[in-house]
């Protein structure tokens, strides 16, 4: 439990950078469409919705909404290649513990420049 706490604080510190970084509006405009593209691609199945995502000037979050916490804990399974999109070289994808039963929303942080 302490590792995973740990890891929520990451979560929120780099989530926290990502707000505090200035706006490249022509990247960031171009690089959420393919964001938006790849996701949805990988999502078209019905398994997920790609809700919103923020590009600034060197990161992007998304967020995904998805019918259960067990889909959207599923989709980001080791080996899926899930969440894998161009122009990003990595990602992070630190789930909030689910709150019950029904929608689950998930939100990952690109490291793209």
Known sequence: ???????LEYR??????????????????????????DLAAQTKSGSAAVKS??????T?????????????LG???????????QGCDGFSAIPQPPTGEGSYQLTVLYTCR
């Open 1 to 7: 439990m302490a590792h995973y706490q740990t890891e």
């Open 12 to 37: 929120a510190r780099s989530l926290a950078d990502h707000d505090r970084e200035p706006l490249d509006e022509a990247w960031s405009a171009t690089e959420s469409d393919q964001i938006k593209h």
């Open 53 to 58: 995502v923020d590009c600034r000037n060197k």
């Open 60 to 72: 992007c979050v998304a967020t995904l909404s998805f019918p259960s916490a067990q889909n959207g």
């Open 75 to 85: 989709f980001i399974q080791p080996g899926t290649g899930a969440l894998t999109v």
